[in-house]
């Protein structure tokens, strides 16, 4: 009898979003090394996603061998082609460079800049590289656009970072309270498995805030339209009615919180009058919004970009927070906040590391007990690790312009497209002595800002391990060869690290060798994964933390699906901190010259910038141009007609679109997808618009809002001589 053929089958992971769908990729029946013949559909044993992938997902392989990189490149100036060269060149001038810059300029004077799109062995390779050997927090990742506001929320309301639901709570919850997310688009799968729940539970109540009426909220109970920057407003205005009403849980925030007597005086000038006033709703639709929280066992709320993007985002998700511990929807089924994460492992970078202020296992640069721990870990003396928070995302471009940052290493993103303010950005860029770009594309936006480009492999082409939104890691192997020269992330660090004389630090000869360690510092922290490799993931499957060694404590006793399930927190009392916190409103509010408030996000197909979904036919069908959302009532008075070109203008810089004429968006507010840069089209980044103002704690942009003032290109030529020199090139 012949034996058994292996399956050739390989398990993995969708490598956008944070969802974390499953994946089965098979192989074509007749041998080939092209990846797109390669087969993709949903793993139905993959607990988050059952089976279900989006458009994405199911065409990903497309994408692998087009306009790859496909060696390491050099040019001295910007001004200059680019000129192959090889691995040993390249690694010799990144080696001097940084040695140079070491002995002149010090460690601070050398940045990096990563990714979510990264593996969490390329994250904590990254971390040792960059903290330890030379001695900076100057890592940040394009994590800080996008979850760094939730990261702080979660911090200051419960004492460490850590989402604590899981998707089973999508099927679990009584009142599902989405805000400032289009689910539906931007996170499908999950919208897909609440949607069906909802539908098939009558009683189960869906709420939407949300300025648009975007697909999540089309099949909402309720949806509330409010004002862009009014969300503390309408999270404080249900507070207040809950209080009025007595809907709270008395025992739960005596002997769970703190600080309630002055969340409660915060709380009491946020009437349903100035409420409804300032968020643009009527007072039924808030004390109905009220009445569905007060009448449910089990609220679970969900967030993304809407909160995050905001020069309050910290703010905005500590009121939503207090709305749980105000009436005690936390550590059980169905109930919780729960942001959703915008990159497929910005969730691993946050255990890792990976953002400037932070070091492996949820530990703090500023924190010496942390320091010191990691030191030890590593290998190093003590005080190696700075103890002051490293350059954030926007700090390094100001870096870049005040000539303090002298190399700028930067890997599998692209922010001359994704960063706010570009004008002012590549002008920064173009000012970089040094920057090293490591990408798996070419070309890109960022490459016009390279001197040194590094070939690196991407999904399908390394083995590595990624978390999703809950918490659950998945192992995503290799399954297809290279292309060119392009190595592995964590190996060219790896590699950098060994070339500066860190031979011991860098022992790593595989990604397993290196999760392996990452997975020791986690070891009784709320992220614990110690008991994690990758022989237990792919034999077990994917896995949720805390997975920690057998009889390792953890901080919540016991493996759960849920963290806080024993109602203590990691804060020095163990309670949950109230939040006593006033709106601001907007950075940069309309005004007689800018009257429009102009908001941004994704669309169901595309992916961030394009880099891989813009080189997917299918996609690029679905979405061939990008647009903008225009009010029937705004269109008329300024007599712009379905599909006129119209031009829009912040302070900053303007932009050109097709109208689209609706009623899904609120009067006074414009929608723009931000996916198009300009390798893509003319006059259409979103982000030429947006300004750079972030939240104070986590220093994430304002990328959701800004004033833009709205003109049909054929009247733009009649623009006064104030308005032109209002634009600032």
């Not at 769970?256 to 000038?269: L, S």
């Not at 399954?479 to 660090?493: Q, V």
């Amino acid at each position: 009898m012949d034996e058994k053929k292996a399956d050739p089958t390989v398990k993995t992971l969708c490598p956008y979003c944070g969802v974390g769908c499953g994946l089965e990729v098979s192989p074509p029946k007749a041998l080939k090394e092209n990846a797109a013949a390669w087969k993709v559909r949903g793993n139905r044993a993959h607990p988050s996603s059952q089976g279900m992938v989006c458009v994405k997902g199911a065409t990903v392989v497309e994408s692998i061998q087009r306009d790859r990189l496909l060696y390491p490149m050099f040019r001295e100036t910007l001004e200059q082609s680019f000129r192959r060269i090889s691995w040993d060149e390249a690694f010799d001038r990144i080696v001097t460079r940084i040695q140079t810059l070491l002995a002149t300029d010090g460690p601070n004077s050398i940045c990096m800049y990563g990714s979510g799109q990264f593996v969490t062995e390329d994250y904590y390779t990254a971390q040792k590289l960059i903290k330890g050997c030379l001695g900076t927090n100057n890592f940040d990742a394009n994590s800080r656009l996008c979850m760094s506001s939730a990261v702080s929320g979660y911090k200051q309301s419960f004492g460490s970072d850590g989402p604590p639901c899981c998707y089973d709570d999508l099927e679990l919850t009584d009142c599902a309270f989405i805000v400032g997310s289009n689910t539906a688009e931007c996170h499908p799968i999950i919208f897909n498995r609440l949607r069906k729940y909802h539908k098939a539970n009558p009683n189960v109540r869906l709420i939407v805030v949300d300025p648009r009426a975007t697909p999540t909220a089309e099949v909402a109970d309720l949806h509330l339209p409010i004002q862009p920057g009014t969300d503390i407003d309408l999270f404080n205005g249900i507070a207040y009615l809950l209080l009025e009403w007595g809907a709270i849980d008395e025992k739960f925030i005596g002997e769970r919180t703190a600080n309630f007597d002055a969340f409660a005086e915060t709380v009491r000038y946020y009437t349903p009058e100035k409420v409804a006033q300032r968020c643009g709703i009527t007072e039924e639709q808030l004390q109905q919004a009220a009445t569905y929280w007060a009448e449910s066992q089990r609220v679970l709320s969900l967030w993304s970009m809407g909160l995050n993007q905001s020069s309050e985002g910290t703010a905005k998700i500590r009121t939503l927070i207090n709305l749980h511990l105000l009436t005690g929807q936390l550590g059980k089924l169905g109930a919780g906040p729960f942001s959703l994460t915008g990159q497929p492992n910005a969730m691993g970078g946050r255990e890792a590391g990976g953002l400037s202020h932070l070091l492996p296992g949820y530990r703090s640069v500023t924190e010496a007990r942390d320091r010191a721990e990691i030191e030890q870990f590593w290998g190093f003396p003590a005080g190696q690790i700075s103890p002051q928070r490293g350059r954030n995302t926007w700090e390094i471009i100001t870096g870049l312009e005040s000539g303090e940052v002298k190399l700028l290493w930067i890997a599998a993103t692209n922010p001359a497209v994704s960063l706010p303010d570009l004008v002012r950005t590549k002008r920064a860029l173009s000012q970089s002595p040094f920057t090293i770009y490591q990408e798996a594309y070419y070309p890109t936006e960022t490459t016009a800002y390279a001197h040194l480009l590094l070939p690196a492999t991407q999904w399908s082409e390394k083995t590595g391990v990624m978390t999703n939104s809950e918490r659950r890691v998945t192992l995503c192997p290799a399954f297809h060869k290279p292309p060119g020269e392009a190595r592995e992330d964590w190996s060219i660090f790896a590699e950098v690290g060994r070339r500066l004389g860190y031979e011991e630090q860098f022992p790593f000869q595989t990604s397993a060798d290196v999760y392996r360690e990452f997975a020791r510092t986690t070891q009784g922290r709320v992220c614990d994964i110690s008991g994690l490799s990758h022989e237990i993931l792919q034999q077990q499957g994917p896995q949720q933390w805390p997975f920690p060694e057998p009889k390792t404590e953890n901080l919540d006793s016991s493996v759960s699906k849920r963290l806080y399930t024993n109602l203590h927190f990691p804060t020095p009392d163990g309670r949950a901190r109230f939040a006593a916190l006033h709106s601001r409103g907007l950075a940069e509010p309309p005004d007689p010259d800018y009257p429009f408030v102009l908001t941004t996000g994704r669309l169901y197909g595309h992916w961030h910038t394009q880099t891989r979904t813009g080189r997917i036919d299918k996609i690029n069908q679905m979405h061939p141009e990008p647009f903008i959302e225009i009010h029937p009532r705004d269109a008329q008075k300024l007599g712009i007609e379905e599909g006129e070109r119209v031009e829009v203008r912040s302070r900053r810089g303007k932009c050109q679109f097709k109208a689209r004429v609706t009623q899904a968006i609120a009067p006074g507010t414009l929608f723009i997808p931000m996916h198009w840069g300009a390798l893509w089209a003319e006059e259409a980044e979103a982000n030429a618009l947006t300004h750079p103002e972030s939240c104070p704690d986590s220093h994430q942009p304002e990328l959701k809002a800004c004033a833009v003032q709205l003109i049909a290109v054929g009247a733009s030529d009649e623009l006064s001589a104030r308005e032109t020199v209002s634009i600032q090139n």
